[in-house]
Structures are given as structure tokens and as C-alpha cells.
């Protein structure tokens, strides 16, 4: 892994210096971190660990390792290309500087956008569910609206408050899995839990049904690694982003993807995994078994602190990426339309609100979280393709060059992960499906106004 820089040419300041931007420059490398961390821990490991335990059967830390290298893979891919383009809409930019073919770019940018949308829809469902049952009993469908309404709030406010918001429910949310690993460690020193279900495979079938099953789980659990693509939406609110973006994928998926392991290791050592695939709270189940003097209460109230990062963060890339599709003309320019004084793209928090919304009213957080993994796994095929294809077109200043093999394997994973091998819920492909219809019709509108502008 290396930087490169054409010879003989002199380094110039990459494209994205803040008087290239409108975005206000407010994420230093310590925030970018933390942010990227905030971004992949949360719904993921704290909603959907009990239903990767339904699909794969007590080795739930099977799923989560080698989740953990397909993201180590393509984060490589996404370091390389944000460091040579720092510019917002990533995907999206990357595939149309690599294939110039219009539609291809609006699929693989609407793919992105409803992936961060179906993935904060999760969160909203998960926040309704088992977490704040500890609390009170309301319609989820309700607290799921309005949670997302306040988030858009706090969204529109400025990426400042909301950035700072995401360093302070990281922290919470870490401080909930040191909790799991801690009572871990506890277990291991007592002699606790039964450790005879690491081992355990409850996929239906041998051969080739065991290994679609195991696929299948891996494709759920990758819903935990989803966030490090985020980041490079906020690329153009980075300080020095050619620099400060490869140690923050890399540190963050790193971290989250160690706690991964560790927190489904302890899950299966101390609950059945039928238990814990009939619970939205699988976490807090593993508190209340393990007889440590956790309040439950209060472990909840992390929970929620922490599905609420993954929401807040889902929404801010979103809106993001309708403000740098509209800059490319991808999307109408009233989605580049940015707030007076807070200098947030109003337009593109309001939208994605509103689609949002219509996800949390319409489908359940197992769904919503495998057609995350699945949107993305098929842009993420397409981005390590993209990486290989753009090594045609040097830029000027340096950045990250990550070795040739780490895309190919890239694209390879990422592609079986997102193919009917993994076995996943005809309501996944159904939900994805009607998404792309949408997409379809909406890049058919936007393709005759602006040839109509054309001809005017």
C-alpha cells in the first residue's frame, strides 16, 4: 500500500480545497475517526446479531470474520479512489469517471442512497422494538416516524451539531459493547456459558446448502460492517482529506470489526441461539443471562443511543449524496440547494426524510437490513472494479495506492455475497427490486428535462 504521483509532475492541491466547496470544512482527522467508527458500529451489532444467529446456528462469529475481510477489501478500494477524487457523491463519482455510461452511475448512486435510507430505517425499527419496550409500550410504527423526523431536525442544524452529536453516541455505544466483552471475559474466568455453540451449525442440509446458509448469514451480518462508504460523503466537510481519509477507514473498521467478533463470540457463549434469534434486543438478552448486576434499563438506554448514531449518520450521507449528485448533474440542481448561514443541503435532508419515512411505514428491520447489505454489496462489486479500471487515469497529487490484489478479491467477495448463493428472503429482492423500478423511473425523468433544457 502506497502513495503515487506521476513523475515529473509536482504535487499540486487536490481537487475538494475548501475554496472548491460551499460545504463548510468542520471534520478534523480525530472527529473522521470517530465519525467512521459511529458510522459502523450501532444497528447493525445491536439489532440484527439474534438474526444471524437464526440463520448460521451458534458459530455466529463465523459470519462477522469473514465479513470483516470483504470490508477490509473494499474499504482499501474506497481509500484509494476518496484520496484521488475527494470530491462528495463517492460511489456514484467513481463509477462515472470509470465507465462514463449515465445510467449505470444513477443506479449504483440511487443504490447507495437507499442503502444508507433502508439502513436508517433499521435503526428507527430497531429503536422501537425490545430496546425501548424496556421503557414504555407504543405504536413502534409511530416512535419510528417521529425519530426520524428529529434526526432530520438535528441533520438540518449543520454538520458541526451533528458531527459532535455522532462523536458523543459513539462513545456511548462503544461503552455498551466493552460491557458484552467485559461480561465475556467475566464468563471465561467462571467457567460460564457454553462454549461447545462456537461450533454449532444449524444450517439446513450439507454441502452446498450449508455453505449457501453460511453465505446467507455472512450477507446479514455484513449489514454490520455497512458505514465506512459513508464517510466519503462528507468528504468535501473534511479537513485535508487526501490525508486524514486512509488511517480513518482503515482504524475504523478495524476496531469495529475486532468488537464484532468478540461481542458474537460472547453472544453465543451465553444464549441459546434460538433465543437469540427471536429477539430484537439480542444484547440485552445476553445482559439479563449473564447475572451481571446491569441494570437492564440501562443497557437498553445505550442500545438506543447507539441505533440512534447509525440513523443520524445513514441520513447525513444520504443528503450528502443528493447534494454531490446534483453538483454532477445526476440529480435536478434543487437537490445542491444549501441552507443560508447553517450551509446544509436543505433540499436533500427534507427528501431523504420524507423516503425514509415511507421505509419504516412499509417493511421490518430484517428486511430493510439485508436489502442494506445487498444494495451495497452490489455497488461494492462495481466500486473494486472501478479502482482497477480508473488506474488509467493519474491525477496530479499524491494518494493512497492500495496493491492490485485487494480489489480483485474485492470484487470477487463482494460479488458472491450479493448473488443468489447467499440465501436470503424473496422479500429482500422484492424491496430492492421496487427500489430500482423507482430509480429507473426517476432517471427517465430527469434524462428528458435536461434534454429538454438542452433544446430550449
Known sequence: ????????????????????????????????????????????????????AGKIGGAIWLPYAIGFVVALLTAASYVELVGKYPKAAGAALYTQRAFKIPFLTFI???????????????????????????????????????????????????????VKTNVVLTIVELTGLLIIIGIGVAAVLTGE??????????????????????????????????????????????????????????????????????????????????????????????????????????FALIALFAVSNSALINLMMASRLCYGLANEKVLPGVMGKVLPGRRTPVVGIVFV???????????????????TSFLLLCVFTVVNIAVLVLRRDPVKHSHFRTPTWAPVLGAITAGVLASPMADRSGKVYALAGILLVVG?????????????????
Not at 213 to 233: H, P
Not at 441 to 453: P, R
Open 353 to 371: 426524510c420524507l423516503v425514509a419515512i415511507g421505509l419504516v411505514t412499509t417493511s421490518e428491520i430484517e428486511d430493510l437490513g439485508d436489502t
Open 193 to 298: 456459558g457454553d462454549p461447545s455453540r462456537l461450533t454449532e451449525f444449524d444450517t439446513s442440509g450439507t454441502g452446498y446448502a450449508v455453505l449457501t446458509g453460511v453465505l446467507g448469514a455472512t450477507a446479514l451480518g455484513f449489514f454490520a460492517f455497512v458505514g465506512f462508504e459513508d464517510s466519503v460523503n462528507m468528504v468535501e466537510e473534511t479537513k485535508d482529506p487526501v490525508r486524514s481519509f486512509p488511517r480513518a477507514i482503515f482504524l475504523g473498521v478495524a476496531i469495529t470489526g475486532t468488537i464484532y467478533v468478540l461481542v458474537a463470540l460472547i453472544s453465543s457463549l451465553m444464549v441459546d441461539h434460538a433465543r437469540l434469534a427471536e429477539s430484537s434486543g439480542p444484547l440485552l438478552l445476553v445482559v439479563k443471562e449473564s447475572g451481571v448486576e446491569i441494570p437492564a434499563k440501562v
Open 440 to 456: 429507473i423511473g426517476l432517471w427517465v425523468v430527469n434524462y428528458f428535462a435536461m434534454k429538454a433544457s438542452r433544446e430550449a
Open 108 to 162: 449504483v448512486a440511487f443504490m447507495v442512497m437507499c442503502s444508507g435510507l433502508a439502513s436508517a430505517s433499521a435503526a428507527a425499527r430497531a429503536f422501537s422494538g425490545d430496546y425501548l419496550g424496556e421503557f414504555m409500550d407504543i405504536s413502534p410504527t409511530l416512535v419510528s416516524v417521529l425519530f426520524i423526523v428529529a434526526l432530520a431536525a438535528l441533520n438540518l442544524r449543520g454538520v458541526s451539531e451533528s
Open 1 to 52: 500500500m502506497s502513495t503515487t504521483q506521476p513523475p515529473g509532475d509536482v504535487a499540486s492541491p487536490p481537487p475538494g480545497a475548501p475554496d472548491d466547496t460551499p460545504l463548510k470544512r468542520a471534520i478534523g482527522p480525530k472527529l473522521l475517526i470517530l465519525f467512521v467508527i459511529g458510522d459502523i458500529l450501532g444497528t447493525g451489532i445491536y439489532a440484527t446479531t439474534g438474526k444471524v
